[in-house]
T-cell receptor
Framework: DQQVKQNSPSLSVQEGRISILNCDYTNSMFDYFLWYKKYPAEGPTFLISISSIKDKNEDGRFTVFLNKSAKHLSLHIVPSQPGDSAVYFC?????????????FGQGTILTVHP | SAVISQKPSRDICQRGTSLTIQCQVDSQVTMMFWYRQQPGQSLTLIATANQGSEATYESGFVIDKFPISRPNLTFSTLTVSNMSPEDSSIYLCTAVGTDTQYFGPGTRLTVL
């Protein structure tokens, strides 16, 4: 049972345009969501997060939107840069659980073309 | 932030053998975990590495197959026992600091 799903395995975007990565979840107990970025041969690194009490969180070029009723979140990158090319993982955490016990999506490979 | 190193970074092993992966954190952390990422799949939590006691395993993972040690706050090992090709994965060590989780670079294991 895949509780966190990233239905797009890959996304290709032109430099300077917006990248939108999507994530859906099924578990109503999830109340904290994170995005991780992963380069080849490296471990995932934390990018941005959002609590379920918010519907938007912004950090520079990165914005995460949360639609609780639809159990959907998205990561927007504006403007996209070639250095953003990586695998992006959506992850979710249930209330009261350690940060270590994340449930991950399958990942989306983002390619930003110069 | 914490820096995590893993050894080996990759290995190719024969069916039926065992491999021990080492994880070292450069600072004291509260908790350490082991994840697995099978080809085309998401990262899946294997277990919580408890200091000085038996690890806590997630559903579908057992100690006989994945024995874990954590003798101190900054070091842990994961052994993949009696390997089969289905164990071919990336194994990641993670550590939780005060407010986030840090990932090691992973160990890419191929079982022939």
């Amino acid at each position: 049972d895949q509780q966190v799903k990233q239905n797009s395995p890959s996304l290709s975007v032109q430099e300077g345009r917006i990248s939108i990565l999507n994530c859906d979840y099924t578990n109503s107990m999830f109340d904290y969501f994170l995005w991780y970025k992963k380069y080849p041969a490296e471990g995932p690194t934390f990018l941005i997060s959002i609590s379920s009490i918010k519907d938007k969180n912004e950090d520079g070029r990165f914005t995460v939107f949360l639609n609780k009723s639809a159990k959907h979140l998205s990561l927007h990158i504006v403007p996209s840069q070639p250095g953003d090319s990586a695998v992006y993982f959506c992850a979710a955490l249930a209330g009261g659980t350690s940060y270590g016990k994340l449930t991950f999506g399958q990942g989306t490979i983002l390619t930003v073309h110069p | 932030s914490a820096v995590i190193s893993q050894k080996p970074s990759r290995d190719i092993c024969q069916r039926g053998t065992s491999l021990t992966i080492q994880c070292q954190v450069d600072s004291q952390v509260t908790m350490m975990f082991w994840y697995r990422q099978q080809p085309g799949q998401s990262l899946t939590l294997i277990a919580t590495a408890n200091q000085g006691s038996e690890a806590t395993y997630e559903s579908g993972f057992v100690i006989d197959k994945f024995p874990i040690s954590r003798p101190n706050l900054t070091f842990s090992t994961l052994t993949v026992s009696n390997m089969s090709p289905e164990d071919s994965s990336i194994y990641l060590c993670t550590a939780v600091g005060t407010d986030t989780q840090y990932f090691g670079p992973g160990t890419r294991l191929t079982v022939l």
